[in-house]
C-alpha cells in the first residue's frame, strides 16, 4: 500500500509561482511511476505531467509546457511540481497519483486508469 499527501496549494496572483509536493509513505517509492494530474471546477480530472523513477517525464500539456516542471527526490519519497506563471486557468484541485504497473511512460502515463495509488488533493487557486 502506497500513501500520497499533497500539499503546497494555495490563493496567488496571476504570474505567480505554487510548488507543490506530493510525500509518499508505505512501499518501495523509488520503483513507481509518479503523475500530477488536476481537476478544475465543472470539468474532467486532467493529466498534467508523469515521471518514471529513473527521472523520464512525458511531454507536458500544450496548457502548462514551459510553465510547469515536475521532478522527484527518491531520498525523500517526493514528487515536486514547480508552477511558475500561474494563469486564472490553472485553478483547480491537484492530485498526486502512483503506479507500479506503467512500463510504457508516453503511452500510458497519462492514462488515470493506469493508476493505483492517489492522494487527497492540494487546492490551487489562481486570482486575475
Known amino acids: 500500500q502506497v500513501q500520497l499527501v499533497e500539499s503546497g496549494g494555495g490563493l496567488v496572483q496571476a504570474g505567480g509561482s505554487l510548488r507543490l509536493s506530493c510525500a509518499a509513505s508505505?512501499?518501495?517509492?523509488?520503483?513507481?511511476?509518479m503523475a500530477w494530474f488536476r481537476q478544475a471546477p465543472g470539468k474532467e480530472r486532467e493529466f498534467v505531467v508523469a515521471?518514471?523513477?529513473?527521472?523520464?517525464?512525458?511531454d507536458y500539456p500544450d496548457s502548462v509546457k514551459g510553465r510547469f516542471t515536475i521532478s522527484r527526490d527518491a531520498a525523500k519519497n517526493t514528487v515536486y511540481l514547480q508552477m511558475n506563471s500561474l494563469k486564472p486557468e490553472d485553478t483547480a484541485l491537484y492530485y498526486c497519483?502512483?503506479?507500479?504497473?506503467?512500463?510504457?511512460?508516453?503511452?500510458?502515463?497519462?492514462?488515470?486508469?493506469?493508476?493505483?495509488?492517489w492522494g487527497q488533493g492540494t487546492q490551487v487557486t489562481v486570482s486575475s
Open positions: 497519483a502512483a503506479s507500479a504497473r506503467i512500463n510504457d511512460l508516453q503511452m500510458y502515463g497519462p492514462r488515470q486508469d493506469a493508476y493505483d495509488y
Open positions: 515521471i518514471s523513477y529513473i527521472g523520464d517525464i512525458t
Open positions: 508505505g512501499r518501495t517509492f523509488s520503483r513507481y511511476v
